[in-house]
């Protein structure tokens, strides 16, 4: 059994498999920021509270300044960078949530916004876009993130309006 | 901040982990879901020489659910637990309680076991565990052995569990018949840590007449404890029971702490409150099981 203190890890980070060598105490956060230059993802709090750090590992959100860089090693992570989609046409679109945030004005320094977009990304997509989204639901979705500018009105304001959008396609 | 340097391994049998465990000696770690244990490490309130991450060690991940309880496993997240139906039919306090667990992408990673291996008395699943009167079963170099939580909360942060141990099951006994539970709390944000929380069980006799009230707290206390709340209201009528009397005998029984986000009295006072709600919440759920027998 080897215990290390650095490690080579390959990861899956937006559909792209990605190689690094890190050192074992290296958060996931750091690392895609300093080690992959995926600089999206925010660092707050560093230690769970504030959510700025969410990312989608194997489809979940998780806290990635609470997990160690080695922990993803063969498994898949998306960052905000990868919640545009291809087009189709050689080029991309925002998320129905990206777009959201956008028309109902859900961001003002932005330092929050790539927490809530994967959080609420992955909450969207989990659930069965024809069923009614509740206000409740959307409390649950976005409690655990904070943001210090909107005041949070327009940011449950746009998940109705994404999840209105992801309907409408889904049709 | 940043962890200070440790070494890493990731054994793929529980034997492997118990052998590094050992090998590394007192300064190594286990590391489940990471929740409690990264925060602390970034803090630098903690710097083990060693993490073993046991979530690549197999067979650790299921709920099971037969008539005498709920077993859940070490690398069960909350939001696995939250989402059992079958578990929440046998113990209902596994699923309310872990509704009040952090928020979503916590929940997502988090565990119920490491939850109770950390015990925080500010942690839901620690008075879950002393409310149901369960028990973790405990894997060591020298066999596997049960803990029943009595004995294994010592103090904040603290279990009796030294030297190499991995925690790889809690045991909540099933709901007795003729039971009723009900979980509140009171945080500051949703999703905190509480202020204040409490779970409690009644349980009825054949008449609908109150035979026995058991509470435990969130956030009261260094360890976890059950209060046994029966005298209050023992024999009366489900349905003219004096639930504040209970409240104000649970008061009485606690002995809370103040901290930064509370003093002692007004962790008393939601003591009295939260155990009044959900007492009556939760004989109404034990009345209408006898109703219906
Ligand atoms: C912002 C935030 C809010 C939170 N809010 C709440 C809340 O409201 N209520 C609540 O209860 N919790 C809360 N938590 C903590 C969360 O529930 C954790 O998941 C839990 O406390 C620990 O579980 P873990 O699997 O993450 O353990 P880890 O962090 O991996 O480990 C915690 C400790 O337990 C030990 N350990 C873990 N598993 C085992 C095992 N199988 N055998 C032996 N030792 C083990 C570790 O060595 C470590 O000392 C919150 C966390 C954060 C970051
Ligand atoms: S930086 Fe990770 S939650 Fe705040
Ligand atoms: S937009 Fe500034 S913190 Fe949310």
């Known amino acids: ?171 | 901040m940043k962890p200070a340097p440790f070494r890493y391994a990731d054994p793929g049998t529980l034997d492997e982990a118990l052998a590094v465990l050992s090998a590394e000696g007192e300064g190594a770690k286990v590391l489940a879901g990471g929740q409690s244990l990264l925060p602390l490490l970034s803090m630098r309130l903690a710097a083990p020489t060693t993490l073993v991450d046991i979530n690549r060690v197999p067979g650790l991940d299921s709920v099971e659910v037969t008539g005498n309880g709920v077993t859940v496993g070490a690398l069960v997240r909350h939001t696995a637990l939250l989402a059992d139906d079958a578990a929440a039919r046998v113990q209902p306090l596994l699923a309310r309680a872990t509704a009040n667990v952090a928020h979503p992408a916590i929940r997502n990673r988090g565990t119920t076991v490491g939850s109770i291996a950390h015990a925080d008395p500010s942690g839901e699943m620690t008075s879950v565990l002393a409310l149901t009167d369960g028990a973790v079963t405990v894997a060591t170099p020298s066999g596997p052995r049960t803990v029943e939580w009595r004995d294994l909360f010592v103090g904040p942060l603290e279990t009796s569990l030294h030297g190499p141990a991995v925690v790889t099951s809690a045991f909540f006994p099933a709901l007795p018949d003729r039971s009723g539970t009900a979980f509140a709390e009171v945080a500051r944000r949703k999703g905190d840590y509480a202020v204040c929380g409490a779970g409690v069980v009644v349980t009825l006799d054949e008449d609908r007449r109150i035979a026995r009230v058991r509470a435990s707290y969130v956030s009261v206390g260094l360890t976890p404890e059950v209060h046994d709340l029966t005298e209050a209201v023992a024999g009366k009528p489900v349905d003219s029971a004096d639930w504040a009397a209970a409240g104000a005998l649970a008061r009485t029984l606690v002995d809370p702490d103040t901290d930064i986000h509370a003093s002692a009295d007004y962790r008393r006072l939601l003591v009295g409150v939260l155990t009044e709600r959900t007492l009556a919440e939760a004989a109404a759920e034990a009345a209408a099981k006898v109703t219906g027998e």
Do not use: W
């Open chain 1, 1 to 171: 059994m080897s215990v290390d203190t650095d490690r080579t890890i390959t990861v899956t980070v937006n559909g792209v498999p990605r190689e690094a060598t890190v050192p074992v105490r290296r958060l996931l956060s750091d690392a895609l920021r300093h080690d992959l230059g995926l600089t999206g993802t925010h660092v707050g709090c560093e230690h769970g509270v504030c959510g700025a750090c969410t990312v989608l590992v194997d489809g979940d959100p998780v806290r990635s300044c609470l997990m160690l860089a080695v922990q993803v090693d063969g498994h898949a992570v998306t960052t905000v960078e990868g919640l545009a989609r291809d087009d189709h046409r050689g080029g991309q679109v925002l998320h129905p949530v990206q777009e959201a945030f956008r028309e109902c004005h859900a961001l003002q320094c932005g330092f929050c916004t790539p927490g809530f977009l994967t959080t609420i990304a992955a909450g969207l997509e989990k659930r069965d876009p024809a069923a009614e989204l509740t206000d409740e639901e959307v409390d649950d979705m976005v409690g655990g993130n904070l943001c210090r500018c909107t005041g949070y009105a327009n940011i449950k304001k746009a998940v109705h309006h994404a999840a209105a959008a992801m309907k409408d396609d889904a049709r």
